[in-house]
């Protein structure tokens, strides 16, 4: 049952089976009302620093930045590049006290949820960039001094 209520899943990111979240009460509906009155304005925030993020890594030749779709407007929810030997960039970035981490590091196809399903070709992309894929530290209100570090720290990562 615990594995059921938390989307099927026995660790962070492993789902051997199909579960279901429905763990919203009353308080918490009552906070997430509070905070939609914000959400437009973290929203904005965001998306400043994404563009910052994208400016100070533009000249980075080894990392990937994420790409957005024209008449689209994301949140950045999550700002997630695309750097090689990542395992190894993402411990240097530890080390230097920056909290970047791996999103979704198991492909979808691999999970345990999705045994039964008759898997007729491979997913070499998603199965590529589930080695290459860092998130980097975004939230409202991060500062542009706490960016250049990241982007500091991600350069001499990738040295």
């Not at 509906?29 to 959400?39: D, G, Q």
């Not at 304005?41 to 400043?48: D, I, P, T, V």
């Not at 198991?106 to 345990?112: A, L, T, Y």
Request: proline residues 6%.
């Amino acid at each position: 049952m615990r594995r059921l209520r938390n989307l099927g899943a026995v660790a962070k990111y492993d789902h051997p089976e199909i579960g279901f979240n429905t763990r919203l009460d009353s308080l918490q509906a009552v906070v997430l009302l509070a905070k939609l009155t914000r959400l437009e304005a973290w929203n904005e925030l965001r998306r400043q620093a994404a563009a910052r993020y994208q400016a100070s890594l533009a000249d980075m030749e080894r990392v990937e930045l994420p790409a957005v779709s024209s008449g689209n407007e994301p949140n950045w929810h999550l700002f997630v590049v695309r750097v090689p030997h990542r395992d190894r960039v993402l411990q240097t970035l530890h080390e230097a006290g920056i909290r970047a981490g791996i999103h979704y590091p198991i492909p979808i196809h691999r999970q345990g949820a999705f045994n039964g399903l008759e898997h007729r070709a491979s997913f070499p992309v998603a199965e590529r960039l589930a080695d290459e894929i860092l998130s980097l530290p975004i939230f409202p209100g991060i500062s542009d001094r706490d960016q250049e570090r990241v982007s500091d720290a991600l350069r001499m990562a990738l040295r």
